[in-house]
């Protein structure tokens, strides 16, 4: 979790966009939050000013040593796509810089 995190530090949107890490089964799972804007409907009883935790992408691991990686990107239909394929650092580089990865609402 040291190395993801060193890594994530090293980014300019990443370090601000996720706001939580989660590892599990080989695979490093990102979060980000965010504030509800605008006018709703909401579900689940939610308003204007709440906060949503949205998952913002995963890096699934191949090895322990963080050298054979791939960036995956949740769709909207819960389907992951795997968006790039490497080490650790090219799997956060290519999140740092493609446009899937962004937080909803910013």
Request: include cysteine; glycine fraction near 8%; charge should be negative.
């Amino acid at each position: 979790m040291i190395i993801v995190k060193s890594e994530i530090e090293k980014t300019t949107k990443l370090k601000n966009d996720i706001t939580r890490i989660n590892i599990r089964a080989g695979r490093i799972y990102f979060y980000s939050e965010y504030e509800l804007k605008g006018d709703g409907p909401y579900i689940d009883g939610l308003k204007k000013g709440d906060f949503i935790e949205h998952m913002y992408g995963r890096i699934t691991l191949f090895d322990k040593e963080y050298n054979d990686c791939t960036l995956d990107w949740q769709r909207h239909n819960d389907q992951w796509i795997m968006m790039k394929e490497g080490n650790l650092h090219d799997c956060i580089m290519e999140a740092e810089n493609h446009s899937f990865f962004h937080v909803i609402g910013r």
